[in-house]
């Protein structure tokens, strides 16, 4: 992984960017614009990288930012409550973002589900009990 920064095949991919990190799991998309630019392929190309080179970790994301990488634009809290899983902090619990809601977004590895079935969990997780299709919560 540390090969990407030093190979500027690579990490050239930023050159005249700003790279940012953004999560997949919410994306509004231009689809005329992603067809138009060929993004689908572009993204294949750095997992076929990554099958030569092994370039990341992290499964999906990656050829997702590098792709786009200081070519996003933020989205409101209202179309994508995140970071209710707790940002990988194991036990940590968050509030809804000030305003209207339209989607709850449990990014994070803090999942409702889990933390139901395990009777340890956070104000929000009851909102989703009511979809849990298997009746684990109930």
């Not at 999560?23 to 689809?31: A, K, P, R, S, Y």
Request: proline share 7%; glycine share 10%; charged share 25%.
């Amino acid at each position: 992984m540390a090969g990407f920064w030093s190979d500027k095949r690579f990490s050239g991919t930023f050159a005249g960017r700003k790279p940012c990190y953004f999560n997949t799991g919410v994306m509004v998309i231009d689809l005329f614009k992603w067809r138009r630019l060929g993004y689908t392929k572009r993204i294949e190309r750095w997992m076929e990288v990554q099958k030569s080179d092994r370039i990341y970790e992290l499964g999906s994301l990656p050829p997702f930012l590098l792709v786009f990488a200081g070519r996003v634009a933020p989205i409101e809290h209202k179309w994508n409550q995140h970071g209710l899983g707790g940002d990988n902090v194991r036990g940590s619990c968050r509030d809804l973002h000030p305003g209207p809601v339209s989607l709850l977004h449990w990014s994070g590895s803090g999942k409702p589900w889990d933390r139901l079935d395990s009777k340890r969990p956070c104000p929000l997780d009851a909102l989703w009990a009511p979809y849990d299709l298997y009746g684990h919560a109930q």
